[in-house]
């Protein structure tokens, strides 16, 4: 499994009803993704960031899910060029679904 933090600037003044609203639109498309575990969606209103904590199957997964077309848009919309970075990851610890997740 390879975990994957991806994380972004927001415009000035945006709010975080308006982040969340955009993370709830995005979100059934998230669930479609089949290589896609587990995203967590992130807010820091402190250094007006976005982003996500996803768990893939694996570094292809996540690489083909952000692509170029993928970041366009983040750039259309926030005005922002993404920071992605990939962890390995050999053990997770899920206590709302009473698992140990070995990958």
């Known amino acids: 499994m390879i975990s994957e933090l991806v994380m972004f600037d927001l415009p000035p003044g945006?709010?975080?009803?308006?982040?969340?609203?955009?993370?709830?639109?995005?979100?059934p498309a998230w669930r479609?993704?089949?290589?896609?575990?587990?995203?967590?969606f992130l807010y820091d209103a402190a250094n007006s960031r976005t982003g996500?904590?996803?768990?893939?199957k694996n570094r292809s997964a996540a690489e083909a899910a952000h692509d170029a077309a993928w970041r366009q848009r983040v750039m259309d919309k926030y005005g922002s060029v993404p920071t992605l970075q990939y962890f390995d990851t050999p053990l997770v610890v899920d206590n709302a679904l009473g698992e140990t997740i070995e990958g």
Do not use: F, H
């Open 52 to 56: 996500a904590l996803y768990l893939w």
């Open 32 to 40: 479609r993704n089949p290589d896609l575990i587990r995203k967590t």
């Open 14 to 27: 945006m709010s975080r009803a308006e982040v969340v609203e955009g993370m709830r639109e995005v979100a």
